[in-house]
């Protein structure tokens, strides 16, 4: 799947990223890579961080000055970043804040914890879809690996599709975790980017969309 640009100026990109697709090179062209090849572009640097099975709006700067501007940003909790999620299973809480340090667990894992000295915050509001599958809006105040997968399965709930933190023999045909909408400052201006689903038949389902931006207007973010 070609990378789909949102949209572009001349000190940064916006992208909607696929699922399982790395920003670097590991095994293959990563997706910097590959913008700077076809763009033919000589700087190109994310500014934030998606895990590989998280889809959705990517920034990138395409020059260090805005590399550092758009970076110190997200440093700066400045940022808005709203992610949507369908989860599996009955959730502790309906809404409210996910708050607690995380620690390395096994296998690569990370696991929440009571503790807040340096905690990942999670601002939530769920409700019911279908078929035992709801709808969770995402606001993270912070940028912890694994922030949001974590916070899901901490309130009972983990990710649909996510077999890290979820059913490990999930058949789902995604990881449910998409980067719906990012508002950062741009030149002295707010700027809203949204990227639309590109797969996943959840996802893909007018009604879910529709839902979506009912439930935004509501929460009011």
């Known amino acids: 799947m070609e990378v789909s640009i949102l949209e572009e100026t001349l000190d940064w990109l916006a992208i909607n990223k696929p699922i399982d697709s790395s920003i670097h090179s590991e095994q293959g062209v990563g997706l910097i890579a590959e913008l700077k090849h076809r763009l033919n572009l000589e700087f190109l ?42 989860t599996e299973g009955k959730p502790n809480k309906k809404q409210g804040c996910i708050k607690g340090d995380m620690e390395p667990a096994r296998n690569g894992n990370w696991m929440l914890t009571r503790k807040c000295s ?49 059913k490990k023999d999930n058949a789902s045909d995604r990881c449910y975790l998409h980067h719906y909408c990012l508002t950062f400052n741009d030149h002295g201006q707010r700027h809203q980017i949204k990227a639309p689903f590109l797969s996943g ?13 009912e439930q935004l207007e509501k929460v009011g973010w």
């Open 45 to 86: 640097a994310p500014v934030h961080r998606l895990d590989k099975v998280t889809s959705g709006v990517l920034l990138l700067a395409k020059n260090s000055q805005a590399a550092a501007q758009l970076s110190q940003q997200f440093a700066d909790r400045e940022v808005n970043k709203i992610y949507i999620a369908l």
């Open 201 to 213: 038949r959840y996802f893909l389902e007018t009604e879910l969309h529709t839902l979506i931006e």
């Open 118 to 166: 340096n905690p990942a915050i999670t601002y939530f509001y769920s409700l019911g879809y279908q078929h035992g599958v709801r709808l969770a809006l995402l606001k993270p105040v912070t940028g912890k690996t694994h922030q949001l997968r974590v916070a899901m399965k901490s309130n009972g709930a983990p990710i649909l599709g996510d077999t890290r933190y979820g």
